[in-house]
T-cell receptor, first 115, second 112 residues
Framework: AQSVTQLDSQVPVFEEAPVELRCNYSSSVSVYLFWYVQYPNQGLQLLLKYLSGSTLVKGINGFEAEFNKSQTSFHLRKPSVHISDTAEYFCAVSAAGTSYDKVIFGPGTSLSVIP | KAGVTQTPRYLIKTRGQQVTLSCSPISGHRSVSWYQQTPGQGLQFLFEYFSETQRNKGNFPGRFSGRQFSNSRSEMNVSTLELGDSALYLC???????????FGPGTRLTVT
């Protein structure tokens, strides 16, 4: 079974500053990794995903994440945040392979961008 | 393509009643998953349907059930509602490829 840890429940950051949201996972098999964003009163939207290949993944809205297998991490970064980035961010994991496995979400990190 | 739609968007029920929520996936998607989101428990997986069959199930009591129709539309039913069932219920559809999911806006259920 897989599990996901997001160590920071809340991250305040000033506008135009860089940000890193941390995600660590646990799994005995190869995984697919995802970051989703949820704006207030909305569903989740996929930011980016890691399936295989390059460990640096670029997503929408200027976000990127790096897969580190040895540290079982998939941290999300943005070099300069905007007010509109204020939202809840979820890291998710699922087992890679041919048989389906459910997607496990982390508890979420609330990003607050301060003007 | 139209996105995932969920109806109704908001619902108020009283304890002991039952409720049915509906989800229409993106055209061509055969997998539909349901999640419960609460401030205390976060995003919890309820179940997933693929081609009308329940393929995965989370750790929820039997009061929570679902089904999927031949057109991939899905319904979720909660019987004998409890106050703790108040939550945002999210539906997500997937083509099945790499488990990438597309979420609907959710149904906000309030149990009084």
């Amino acid at each position: 079974a897989q599990s996901v840890t997001q160590l920071d429940s809340q991250v305040p950051v000033f506008e135009e500053a860089p940000v890193e949201l941390r995600c660590n996972y646990s799994s005995s098999v190869s995984v697919y990794l995802f970051w989703y964003v949820q704006y207030p009163n909305q569903g989740l939207q996929l930011l980016l995903k890691y399936l295989s290949g390059s460990t640096l993944v670029k997503g929408i809205n200027g976000f990127e994440a790096e897969f580190n297998k040895s540290q079982t991490s998939f941290h999300l970064r943005k070099p300069s945040v905007h007010i509109s980035d204020t939202a809840e961010y979820f890291c998710a994991v699922s087992a890679a392979g041919t048989s389906y496995d459910k997607v496990i979400f982390g508890p979420g990190t609330s990003l607050s961008v301060i003007p | 393509k139209a996105g995932v739609t969920q109806t109704p968007r908001y619902l108020i029920k009283t304890r002991g009643q039952q409720v049915t929520l509906s989800c229409s996936p993106i055209s061509g998607h055969r997998s539909v998953s349901w999640y419960q989101q609460t401030p205390g428990q976060g995003l919890q997986f309820l179940f997933e349907y693929f081609s009308e069959t329940q393929r995965n199930k989370g750790n929820f009591p039997g009061r929570f059930s679902g089904r999927q129709f031949s057109n991939s539309r899905s319904e979720m039913n909660v019987s004998t509602l409890e106050l703790g069932d108040s939550a945002l219920y999210l539906c997500a559809s997937s083509s099945g490829r790499h488990y990438e999911q597309y979420f609907g806006p959710g149904t906000r259920l309030t149990v009084t």
